[in-house]
């Protein structure tokens, strides 16, 4: 359905069930019968007062740490949340995943006042650092809009846009060398452009988020519980 409605290019695509497939168990045991959003944008339900999202909680109560994630085009999945927020597995953070329109705008004004909203929420929550992680269209979207928020990380999954500026926290880019989607070497331009960037390219595609997803896993638990990560001097 996504390849005829043309969300996802056919070079990308024949991997993609099997490592869903994979995916899930692991999944539906923390998180059973976990609903997706995908289903109300699709119907054209999500407003900017009923937006629906998905709140994966930490172990403590109040979390010092709070996980903002972007979904990208087709829609917020749940699993792209739950594989997020099992890289923070056993920490003290918690991952909030906002959904959007199906294409993942969010350099529109109403996406970002979601992701507005979703930082105070977590603040609200104990957060004491909130990290921005954006994947695909929302790691595009994230890499030009996080400056315009107060958090304290930036993570950037299979995008980034040439025209983001340079990040005013130190962030981390993640990239599949094989990605027919965004452009690698787009990517490697831009990061060799821009200062405060850790950029890791991984073997894989534009799914390198499940593809690779152990090192994946452990590049974002490294980065998303440093102690602090230095802003850069605007």
Not at 76 to 83: D, G, H, R, T, V
Not at 174 to 180: C, E, K, N, T, V
Request: charge should be positive.
């Amino acid at each position: 359905l996504l390849v005829a409605m043309g969300l996802v290019p056919a070079p990308e695509f024949p991997t993609l069930p099997a490592l869903l497939i994979a995916s899930y168990p692991e999944h539906e045991t923390f998180a059973p019968r976990l609903g997706t959003p995908v289903l109300s944008t699709l119907m054209g339900l999500d407003t900017l007062s009923a937006t629906n999202a998905i709140l994966v909680p930490g172990a403590d109560t109040r979390p010092s740490l709070g996980v903002v994630f972007l979904h990208g085009s087709a829609g917020s999945f749940a699993f792209q949340c739950l594989e997020v927020a099992a890289s923070l597995r056993g920490a003290d953070a918690e991952v909030l995943c906002p959904s959007d329109h199906l294409e993942g705008r969010w350099t529109s004004l109403d996406a970002q006042r979601i992701v507005r909203s979703s930082v105070a929420l977590l603040r609200a929550r104990g957060a004491e650092r909130i990290v921005l992680i954006g994947l695909s269209n929302g790691a595009i979207g994230a890499s030009q809009i996080a400056h315009r928020f107060p958090i304290d990380g930036l993570v950037l999954i299979s995008g980034v846009s040439s025209r983001a500026p340079s990040p005013r926290v130190r962030a981390l880019v993640l990239q599949g060398q094989a990605d027919a989607m965004v452009r690698t070497s787009s990517v490697r331009a831009w990061v060799r452009s821009h200062r405060n960037v850790h950029y890791v390219e991984l073997p894989g595609t534009h799914f390198v988020l499940i593809e690779d997803r152990e090192r994946v896993r452990r590049a974002i638990r490294a980065y998303c519980t440093l102690s602090t990560h230095r802003r850069a001097r605007s």
